[in-house]
């Protein structure tokens, strides 16, 4: 809720604006040669911001005409006047630049809020662009002087810098958590975790049908538990993703992340298990002398097109585990059905190397991890989860669509035909669409 001086304040920009861009005849600044030259010589930019100086001061001055009349000039009808000059200050490229403002009174005494002086105060970008800034590697501490353009320049101090970071990656962890998913056409969902300092951050990541990335929201807790899976789906359900439309969804191996999703999907989630967690899982039990022969026989068989030809050379491995090891069997036989959803879908080669995994997720999480290890003590849940947030949106800056993207056609067009009730499409060669 606004307070009455923050009312005040806005009409009277409001009223500025509004007189200015009725205004039929230019603006016109006067500079001295000498002044001009004086600038030059310190760079073409130390004259452009010279003269932006100017132009705010001049502006403020035919404001305050406007609202006293001219000088020297008696008014029966004037309800304020001038009051002298005062110091102020502008912001320019997020710095704080002092300046003379001029100042006016009604005839009751009360100050009259120049609308022109309160804009130029105003730098909706700033918070972005320190946001930006910072976690591209520069630090509170150094900011000030990377981007001092005015010897004279305040209000970038090491403080002032943090305090305007929390401030902006705030608003972009509510950017984040708010975001609309009901107008996304996704083909494919994949939800994974990062775990540091202690707690984890489950994320949800979408594909679009047009095979861009974009992050779709995330949680914090303990651990990949029941609790945390089921209140990050709750969360999307609630922002629009429908969960009764039939997609892919890839997941790591947390039994909590595959139960949350059924819980809401039911049959319409195919439900296609990370191959990268399932085979370290596997050769985490295995001693080290049988771990390169059963990881080349694993990658060979998911690597095959068909379905049969992979679930076959699967079963002959797992025989064979049995011999090595029963325990590394059991985990190999343990949903491994779910890590050839994309093998029964018939998706084609190129599209199937984006999505036998969760990688693409957990490369915005490399991203995440890379500017959180700048931190060096963190203070509260809020911080790590504001972080976490800006580090995620930060990497979908940089997202590229996914490879084999041209393929997705073909992938939607199997999921529509299993929604539909049609049979699974099983091919040996897939044809590129689009």
């Given at each position: 809720?606004?307070?009455p001086?923050?009312?005040e ?9 509004t ?9 016109q ?19 452009i911001?010279?003269a932006?100086?100017e ?5 403020m ?12 000039v008696p008014?029966?009808?004037r309800?304020?006047y ?16 002092p300046?003379?403002?001029p ?5 009751d ?10 804009c130029f ?6 918070g ?11 630090s509170?501490r ?7 353009r005015f ?7 090491k ?5 305007h970071?929390i401030e ?6 509510r950017?984040?958590l ?15 975790g ?17 095979g861009?990335?974009?992050v779709?929201?995330l949680?914090?807790g ?8 089921d ?9 629009g993703l ?36 399932k ?5 985490g ?8 022969f ?6 060979a068989a ?5 379905y049969?030809?992979a ?8 025989l ?5 090891n ?20 018939g998706?084609?080669?190129a599209?199937r190397?984006?999505?036998f ?12 991890e ?10 509260g849940g ?5 972080w976490?947030?800006?580090?995620l949106?930060?990497?979908?800056e940089q ?15 199997a ?19 689009g």
């Open positions: 809720m606004e307070r001086y923050q009312i304040d806005r009409r009277a920009m409001q009223r500025f604006e007189a200015l861009g009725s205004r039929q005849e230019a603006v600044l006067v500079l001295p040669a000498v002044e001009i030259v004086t600038a030059m010589r310190a760079g073409v930019g130390e004259l911001r010279r932006g100086l132009l705010m001061c001049l502006l001055e035919q404001e305050v005409e406007e609202l006293v009349g001219k000088r020297s008014s029966k009808e309800t304020a001038r009051w002298g000059k005062d110091d102020g200050w502008c912001r320019i490229d997020g710095q704080k630049v300046l003379k403002r100042r006016a009174r009604q005839v005494g009360k100050e009259v809020q120049l609308g022109s002086y309160l105060q105003q730098d909706p970008q700033l972005s662009k320190l946001w930006r800034e910072v976690l591209r590697g520069l509170t150094n900011y000030g002087r990377t981007v001092r010897a004279e320049a305040y209000g970038i101090e403080s002032a810098v943090s305090e970071f902006a990656s705030r608003r972009k962890l950017e984040l708010e975001r609309d998913l009901s107008r996304l056409e996704l083909c494919a969902v994949m939800l994974d990062i775990s540091f300092d202690g707690e984890t951050f489950v994320v949800a990541l979408g594909i679009g049908q047009d861009r990335k974009t779709l929201g949680r914090q303990a651990s990949e538990n029941a609790a945390v899976a209140e990050l789906c709750a969360d999307l359900e609630r922002r429908d969960f009764q439309q039939a997609r892919l969804w890839v997941l790591d191996g947390a039994k909590a992340l595959a139960a949350a999703v059924r819980k809401r999907a039911g049959q319409a989630a195919l439900i296609q298990r990370c191959q990268l967690h085979r370290r899982n596997v050769l039990h295995l001693p080290n002398q049988h771990q390169p059963i990881e080349q026989k694993l990658i998911w690597a095959m097109s068909s049969e030809e679930r076959k050379a699967l079963d002959s491995v797992r064979e585990l049995e011999r090595i029963p325990s590394a069997a059991r985990s190999l036989a343990e949903g491994l059905e779910e890590t050839l959803t994309i093998h029964r879908l998706v084609p080669a599209l190397k984006t999505l995994s969760t990688n693409p997720i957990e490369s915005a999480l490399s991203v995440v890379d500017k959180c290890r700048r931190v060096k003590k963190w203070q809020d911080m790590k989860l504001r976490v947030a800006s580090g949106l930060f990497a979908e997202f590229r669509r996914v490879k084999g993207y041209r393929d997705i056609p073909q992938l939607v067009a999921i529509q035909a299993l929604a539909t009730g049609g049979k699974l499409p099983v091919v040996a060669a897939a044809r590129r669409v």
